[in-house]
């Protein structure tokens, strides 16, 4: 790939993020995909990191799950929703799931490809009576895009972006 074929590449990745908005109204077979933030005001917060090497490298320039988990908690909790621990969700059978997934990957050494997925899972039972269920996605918005190595700290800005409409969403229908 001839230098000029990079810059363009890395310019049209790091300028132009793709974003993809599934819990938007009417998204999804028959508007299904945001029909089902009502109703739940307990969650719980789960950060799925890349994998370790990669975890590593953002880690060198101050991104951290401890941190992306704290700063979704507290915008959630200053939106007015409970924030519980995993361990308690399980056994609350009205507790969601909101999970941050960081993918991250480096093509070449100009930029670091970065996807962010925060999405919204569910509990629903298997069976009328019984303590049995299963999980389901209700919500999800994310974005894709590229990064230099000095401006990965912006994933926190990035995640702030996804959480804020999540919170909107979560408003609007609560």
Known sequence: MSKYTCIIYSILLGIFSAQTNAGSPGA???GFTNSSLKGFHTVAVH????EAPYYADISRY?????????????R???AGIHVISLAQAIEDPAAALIELRLRVAMPNNLYYSIGLNLSVRR???LAPGNNA???VETWSDGLVGGLAQ?????????????????????QTQN
Not at 62 to 70: A, D
Not at 150 to 157: A, V
């Open 28 to 30: 999804g077979p028959q």
């Open 47 to 50: 950060i799925d990191p890349p």
């Open 62 to 74: 101050g991104v951290s799950r401890t941190k992306l988990e704290e700063q979704v908690t507290k």
């Open 76 to 78: 959630l909790q200053d």
């Open 123 to 125: 509990k629903a039972t």
């Open 133 to 135: 269920y299963y999980s």
């Open 150 to 170: 000095t401006d990965l700290p912006k994933i926190y800005t990035y995640t702030s972006q996804i959480v804020d409409r999540f919170i909107a969403a979560y």
